[in-house]
């Protein structure tokens, strides 16, 4: 192995402590960071994230309440309850767990959320606030790996990035991040023509499909940085990301491992946006 490991747990942990500082110093002052969390229906993977949600929250000081529904409630009922929530003055966080039912719009029920208590960042407002350098909510997964780049103190100005997948939770507000630090970005999808030989240009590879073994070793410039967005479940029922962790980590210069990667980050920067949300209705 001669890539060095970016441990997301680890990384999290500090994120969290940073957290329960800051949640204490405003509860201090009298205002308590509440997060609500919302699940419509019974899926068991769902139901898991969202308890890992409350759990996180509880451990580091926040206030969160997980809101359960039936599949079959109606999409007005819902957005009557987001806009309940948005009035609410002590509730400073709205997650809608996604994916939603099938008899629900999903894009218009994240914009019903208030922007300002968008702590998922997936509202059009908070895309457009990140696109332009705005202040605004970013999305937890691609700020959380701009968090590990930041942990190994990797200058990104100049430097070759490739993200590969463009979703609007991931790849594409992933771009913008490294844009802003000045990478020269390019963003790969299905349609791309020889993967390989524009990743074997990157300087930084972002891997954001969900596609089991998408990036193997000799699709990798020896030392770049792999971040594995990728979560795949394998024929043995364990996880697995997008990149061949056991190749790539004999030609990459740093990796991060799944489990125990960007997920862990995720959650974290979702506990930093709802403190964030507290914060600004603070002051
Ligand atoms: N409104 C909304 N916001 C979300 O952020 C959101 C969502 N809906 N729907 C589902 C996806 C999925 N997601 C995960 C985040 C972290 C882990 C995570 O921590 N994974 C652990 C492993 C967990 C395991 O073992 O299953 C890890 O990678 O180490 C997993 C999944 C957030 N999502």
């Not at 079959?72 to 819902?78: G, K, T, V």
Request: aromatic letters at 2%.
């Amino acid at each position: 192995m001669t890539a060095q490991l970016i441990d997301g747990n680890a990384l999290a942990k500090t994120i969290r402590a940073e957290v329960s500082g800051r949640t204490a110093a405003l509860k201090a002052r009298g205002v308590n960071p509440a997060l609500s969390i919302i699940l419509v229906g019974e899926d068991p993977a769902s139901q898991v994230y969202t308890k890992h949600k409350v759990n996180d929250s509880a451990q580091t000081g926040l206030d969160a309440t997980l809101e359960t529904y039936p599949a079959d409630m109606s999409e007005a009922d819902l957005l009557a309850r987001i806009r309940t929530l948005n009035d609410d003055p002590k509730v400073h966080g709205i997650l809608v767990q996604l994916p939603l039912p099938k008899h629900m719009d999903s894009q218009k029920v994240i914009e019903t959320i208030s922007p300002a208590k968008d702590v998922d960042g997936f509202h059009v407002a908070s895309a457009g606030a990140l696109m332009t350098g705005a202040p605004g909510f970013w999305p937890c997964t691609p700020h959380g790996c701009m968090k590990m780049l930041e942990s190994i103190g990797y200058d990104l100005r100049g430097k070759h990035a490739v993200v590969i997948g463009r979703s609007n939770i991931v790849g594409k507000p992933m771009a913008m991040m490294l844009l802003a630090k000045s990478a020269t970005v390019t963003i790969c999808h299905s349609a791309t023509k020889d993967l390989g030989a524009i990743t074997r240009q990157a300087d930084v590879i972002v891997a954001a499909v969900g596609k089991l073994d998408l990036l193997t070793a000799d699709m990798v410039k020896p030392g770049a940085v792999v971040i594995d967005v990728g979560m795949n479940r394998k024929a043995d029922g364990k996880l697995a990301g997008d990149v061949d962790f056991d190749g790539v980590k004999e030609v990459a210069g740093w990796i991060t491992p799944v489990p125990g990667g960007v997920g862990p980050m995720t959650r974290a920067m979702l506990l930093v946006n709802t403190l964030e949300a507290a914060e600004r209705a603070a002051t």
